[in-house]
Nanobody, 128 residues
Framework: QLQLVESGGDLVQPGGSLRLSCAAS????????IGWFRQAPGKEREGVSC????????NYADSVRGRFTISRDNAKNTVYLQMNSLKPEDTAVYYC?????????????????????WGQGTQVTVSS
């Protein structure tokens, strides 16, 4: 059974950091592009970042560029999202998703409709 499990969400003060993990089971992530998405209450799902299967291509939303870094360790079957300089507006449930393609073009890779497999989400709350 294909499964993605996110972890690492927490309550953090503004300016703090968190690292989210997305671990896959039941399949290998080597051939999958991965996206991180977030959804805050009352808002649409937003594509935060995405990475190609090799890790050689990444993309970020303007709202997080320079603060967040996506990476992957295919040997561990895990993708990460390092989040620094967190702001209250980063508060949301964060999801990782996988699509059975090595690469999505930049205008597609942060589009949630492109992805087949989703995790259950992890809550990130940024508040003092």
């Amino acid at each position: 059974q294909l499964q993605l499990v996110e972890s690492g969400g927490d309550l953090v003060q503004p300016g703090g950091s968190l690292r989210l993990s997305c671990a896959a089971s039941g399949f290998t992530l080597d051939y999958y592009a991965i996206g991180w998405f977030r959804q805050a209450p009352g808002k649409e799902r937003e594509g935060v970042s995405c990475i190609s299967s090799s890790g050689g291509s990444t993309n970020y939303a303007d709202s997080v560029r320079g603060r967040f870094t996506i990476s992957r360790d295919n040997a561990k079957n895990t993708v990460y999202l390092q989040m620094n300089s967190l702001k209250p507006e980063d508060t949301a449930v964060y999801y990782c998703a996988a699509v059975n393609q090595r690469f999505l073009s930049f205008n597609l890779c942060r589009n949630w409709r492109q992805y087949n497999y989703w995790g259950q989400g992890t809550q990130v709350t940024v508040s003092s």
